[in-house]
């Protein structure tokens, strides 16, 4: 069983199992809340996760002075990777 009782799996996959009308209701809660790929993409924590990680180990990992002028390439490939999904860095 998973989510509390909700589905069942089978041979055939998971299907609804009914308790007398509770588990329907905790399905369409269950269904609600949950977000789907396409929303998950517009969040600016969810995009650019490699241009951000070199980024950010550029900076942390860097021996110079000036840290910002040593990483501006990749500073720069995190902006543009951002304004390519409408955001603003």
Do not use: W
Request: proline residues 4%.
């Amino acid at each position: 069983m998973s989510l509390f009782g909700i589905f069942s799996d089978s041979h055939t996959g998971c299907c609804p199992v009914n308790y007398g009308g509770k588990a329907q209701g905790m399905l369409k809660i269950a269904v609600a809340v949950k977000k789907t790929p396409a929303d998950l993409i517009k969040q600016p924590c969810c995009v650019c996760k490699e241009e951000k990680t070199a980024r950010d180990d550029c900076m942390l990992f860097s021996k110079s002075d000036d840290p910002t002028q040593e990483c501006k390439s990749m500073i720069d490939q995190y902006k543009s990777c951002m304004a390519g999904f409408g955001f603003k860095v």
